[in-house]
Structure formats: C-alpha cells, structure tokens
C-alpha cells in the first residue's frame, strides 16, 4: 500500500491528479476512486470508481477505469527480505525518532492468524536496544504469563501456532512478565469512541532488549 499513498511520489498521486482534472473539465460534483482490497481475494473487492453527478457519467467512469488500469504494473511492490527491511529500519534510526515496521502478510485484519514470527525472530536474533513488538496472537501463553503474573521468569515457546506459513514457534527462555491485563478496555481512538471492548487475557513480556 505504500504505492498507494496520495502525498508523494507514485501511481496514486497521479491517478488523483488525473481525477481532479476530470473533475473539473467535466463540471461533476465529486470523483473518488477506490484502491481496493488486495488480502480479500474477491473479485468485488477490487479498484473502483464512483462519480457524483447531475448528468451521464458512465464514460467518464469507464475513461478513469482504463487510466488506472495502464498503472496497474507501477503498484506492484517491491520486496525485499526480512533481513534487509531490518537493517533498512535501523539505518533510519537516531536520538528522538521513532521508525515503524509493519508486517503487512500477516494481519488479522485482512484474515491472517496474527501469530507470525518471523520478524519477531529477528528482532530477537538481533537483540535490538529499545524494540517492541506489537502484538503476537497466542492466548495459551497469555494466560500463562497472566497466571504467573508481574515479576515472573519463565521459558516459553511463543507464536506460529496456528500454521507453518508465518515463521516457526520461537523458544525462548528468562522471559520477564512486565504487565498483564484482563483484555477489557474503552476505545480512545475516534472511530469507536467510548464503546467498551474485551482483547481476552494479555501479557507484556521482556526477552532480551
């Protein structure tokens, strides 16, 4: 998705650049176009366009469809290993500034377990002063570590429990139990303002740095 970001460089800039002039030499109310969802894996999912307008706009929507499409190469995006994106990330890092790596493959959100470990093996390997790792999905050891509770060692065997496509269960050993919480909290984010919500059982544990 970072191809897909409006601000910089890239093929979304240009398809909005290009939405904005149609809008304006064909007097419509509102174009927007749709990215899409990539992770669901359903046709309807896809790229598409939406006119607002007082008048026939099927043309224009169909034009729009077709510039898109001729950038459809350009959102392709490059990958790279685990072990560059790391060292990419730390190069980035200095006194005050935060840098932020997201496993985009394995996101709950878009259907994946959410226990994948193989970044979190590297941070690891690589004992990386001041990391965190947010979040991993393995309730039986969350209610381990809650049981043991705030202060506790304990060795473990931490993620990739539900497949084999995410990485590899990690054995870790003298991890430190350095919060625990029932899972219920109110959202404090705008979009849920308020409204009550329950994660289960959870645990903040310490391995290394």
């Known amino acids: 998705f970072a191809k897909m970001n409006i601000n910089h460089d890239g093929p ?8 904005d002039t149609m809008k304006q030499k ?4 509102d ?3 749709f ?5 669901a894996d359903i046709h309807d999912a896809g790229m598409s366009v939406l006119i607002v307008s007082d008048k026939e706009e099927m043309k224009s929507a169909s034009d729009i469809a077709k ?3 001729t950038k459809r190469f350009e959102m392709i995006p490059e990958t790279i290993s685990i072990e560059n994106a ?4 730390l190069s980035e890092m200095e006194e005050g500034r935060i840098v932020v790596m997201c496993e985009r493959s394995d996101h709950a959100g878009a259907g994946g377990p959410n226990d994948g470990t193989l970044l979190l093996e590297e941070i690891i390997n690589k004992n990386i002063e001041k990391s965190i790792f947010v979040g991993i999905y393995d309730p039986a050891l969350a209610k381990k570590a809650y049981e043991a509770g705030v202060g506790a060692i304990m060795d473990m065997e931490i993620g990739a429990k539900t497949d084999n496509r995410h990485g590899r269960t990690l054995k ?5 139990v350095l919060g625990v919480s029932d899972g219920h909290f109110n959202y404090t984010t705008p979009m849920y303002f308020g409204q009550p919500y329950c994660v289960g059982k959870t645990a903040r544990l310490k391995a290394g740095n």
Do not use: M, P, R, T
């Not at 990215?35 to 992770?39: D, K, N, S, V």
């Not at 870790?172 to 430190?176: A, F, G, I, N, T």
């Open 12 to 19: 979304a800039k240009e398809i909005n650049e290009y939405i």
């Open 26 to 29: 064909k007097g419509y109310i």
């Open 31 to 33: 174009i927007s176009f």
């Open 35 to 39: 990215h899409g969802f990539c992770y």
């Open 67 to 69: 510039y898109i499409w």
């Open 86 to 89: 790391l060292d990419a990330a």
């Open 172 to 176: 870790l050993k003298d991890v430190e």
